[in-house]
């Protein structure tokens, strides 16, 4: 099964720097929500795992789409774009916005 994690990023020391995040892994596990999930783009001086909000199914694409609690960065001595460079160099993506 494709279990899509989903997170979004946020500072409140830099707003406009916000980001909609995934990554895409198979796997035959599928979390639940108040799960806590680990992963290696979880910047390790900030946070090491996130809480499953949210869960939907989609058996006939074989799809698993798992929301994660949002993250706000409010430690003045990591920066958001830290954060994100993290995540991206982990597998993660930014997911532009539709529109």
């Known amino acids: 099964m494709n279990i899509h994690l989903m997170i979004f990023v946020s500072s409140i020391n830099e707003p406009e720097k916000s980001a909609a995040m995934m990554k895409t892994v198979e796997s035959f596990i ?45 430690v003045q001595d990591l920066n958001i774009e830290t954060y994100l460079e993290n995540l991206v160099s982990h597998g993660w993506r930014i997911v532009a916005p539709e529109g």
């Open 30 to 74: 599928r979390p639940v929500k108040g799960d806590i999930l680990d992963d290696p783009g979880f910047h390790p001086d900030f946070h090491n795992g996130y809480e499953v909000v949210k869960v939907t199914l989609n058996y006939a694409e074989g799809d698993c789409w798992v929301s994660l609690a949002p993250l706000a960065i409010e």
